[in-house]
């Protein structure tokens, strides 16, 4: 069964340093997304993503974020300087079509710990 | 804006019993989907159950339902004949005009042996 691949599972990294999270989503599908989840608390959205642009984002999505397509597999999240908030999971999701009619499948996660 | 709200932080039930999950949101749209996603230890989100908000009849998938009361904003989950591997975070989900998912603050259910 296709599904929306991660990596990597955990990430460490130094505060005011830019990481890059990775995601393989389901081939044929055309809308990606990305979420958050500060640990015990809920699952915010942060972005979505159709057609190589930014369709929608949130508040939490400021300047140090930035979302690519760049080779037609993979989607990445980029925090440019990172920040001890910026600690949690980060889930990516994808659907074949927009709205949400249809399933977006997530991916397992990358926890991000910043230190 | 439309919100979720989640009032039961944590539940319990006994093993083959069943519990009712709690939601109630808020929006102004007319047309819009809700959504259970479980999450369980692994922290992988995976879809239960979703309920179009046109659709008058509730939504089944073996043992997991709806209740979905649309003028009460209302949106429970029941599931029956509870497992232990329905031990899990359970988060009710909102998904309107856009295509992003709103979500509530999840319940944690255990499931007693």
């Known amino acids: 069964e296709p599904e929306v691949t991660q990596t990597p599972s955990h990430q460490v990294t130094q505060m005011g340093q830019e990481v890059i999270l990775r995601c393989v989503p389901i081939?044929?599908?055309?809308?990606f997304y990305w979420y958050r989840q500060i640990l015990g608390q809920k699952v915010e959205f942060l972005v979505s993503?159709?057609?190589?642009?930014?369709?929608?984002k949130s508040e939490i999505f400021d300047d140090q974020f930035s979302v690519e397509r760049p080779d037609g597999s993979n989607f990445t999240l980029k925090i440019r300087s990172t920040k001890l908030e910026d600690s949690a999971m980060y889930f990516c999701?994808?659907?074949?079509?927009?709205?949400?009619?249809?399933?977006?499948?997530f991916g397992q996660g990358t926890r991000l710990t910043v230190v | 804006a439309q919100t979720v709200t989640q009032s039961q932080p944590e539940m319990s039930v006994q093993e083959a019993e069943t519990v009712t999950l709690s939601c109630t949101y808020d929006?102004?749209?007319?047309?819009?989907?809700l959504f259970w996603y479980k999450q369980p230890p692994s922290r992988q989100m995976i879809l239960v159950i979703r309920?179009?908000?046109?659709?008058?009849q509730n939504a089944t998938e073996n043992r997991f339902s709806v209740n979905f009361q649309k003028a009460a904003k209302s949106f429970s989950l029941k599931i029956s004949d509870s497992q232990l591997g329905d031990a899990a975070m359970y988060f009710c989900?909102?998904?309107?005009?856009?295509?992003?998912?709103?979500f509530g603050t999840g319940t944690l259910l255990a499931v007693q042996p």
């Open positions: 999701a994808s659907s074949e079509g927009g709205g949400v009619a249809t399933e977006a499948f």
């Open positions: 081939s044929n599908h055309l809308y």
């Open positions: 993503f159709y057609n190589n642009e930014i369709s929608e």
């Open positions: 929006t102004s749209e007319s047309d819009y989907y």
């Open positions: 309920q179009e908000a046109y659709k008058q």
């Open positions: 989900a909102y998904g309107g005009a856009t295509n992003k998912l709103i």
